[in-house]
């Protein structure tokens, strides 16, 4: 069964502490990205990644970090130095290619107190 | 930088309303792809608009495409409660997805 998925779908840490989103796709892509989203914001771009081992910043890319160590995976870590982590994170696949769509998984909500 | 609006922002209408959400962008887009999220769900791609011009419909929806690929929109005909959810529009740059802000669309039975 193809697709993309992110786990956990709920998560509570303390403020001050690192967190690592998990997101794996099993869809054969080369590209893959996090989106944040947040009520009336839509969906930002935080990083992506078109290849293993390589990955660029998206437009609010300040406090996270990614690994592309995998096709299959792309975790996103939440540093202490997040002003505002708590949000909803999108994790998306798509082939290369501009008339490709994007596979987005489940989400994660992370909650920070 | 590419930048995607939306309007409106939120809709509530009656179930059996009407419906249209309207994106633009900054810049002339190769595409212009239209996603739903459901109340606490993901995103889901729709359809996809490539030509200047194109319209496409799905059922009670017509999807368009202008002129000057800069601008789309999506109209749903005699809304039901099934059509809640936000509704965005992402151009395409290379490989990267322009996601509008979203429409949230609120169907009042």
């Not at chain 1, 303390?14 to 947040?38: I, P």
């Not at chain 2, 939120?10 to 959400?21: A, C, K, P, R, S």
């Not at chain 2, 962008?25 to 996603?35: A, G, M």
Request: hydrophobic letters at 30%.
């Amino acid at each position: 069964d193809g697709g993309i998925t992110q786990s956990p779908k709920y998560l509570f840490r303390k403020e001050g502490q690192n967190v690592t989103l998990s997101c794996e796709q099993n869809l054969n892509h080369d590209a893959m990205y996090w989106y944040r989203q947040d009520p009336g914001q839509g969906l930002r771009l935080i990083y992506y990644s078109q290849i293993v081992n390589d990955f660029q910043k998206g437009d609010i890319a300040e406090g996270y970090s990614v690994s592309r160590e995998k096709k299959e995976s792309f975790p996103l870590t939440v540093t202490s130095a997040q002003k505002n982590p708590t949000a909803f994170y999108l994790c998306a696949s798509s082939s290369l290619g501009h008339n490709t769509e994007a596979f987005f998984g489940q989400g994660t909500r992370l909650t920070v107190v | 930088g590419q930048q995607v609006m939306q309007i409106p922002q939120y809709q509530h209408v009656q179930e059996g309303e009407d419906f249209t959400t309207y994106c633009n962008s900054s810049t002339t887009l190769s595409n212009i792809q239209w996603y739903k999220q459901r109340p606490g769900g993901h995103p889901v791609f729709l359809i996809q608009l490539v030509k200047s011009g194109e319209v496409k419909k799905q059922k009670r929806l017509t999807f368009q495409f202008g002129e000057a690929k800069k601008n789309s929109s999506l109209h749903i005909t005699a809304t039901q409660t099934t059509d809640v959810g936000t509704y965005f529009c992402a151009g395409r740059a290379g490989n990267q997805f322009y996601f509008g802000t979203g429409t949230s669309l609120t169907v009042i039975p």
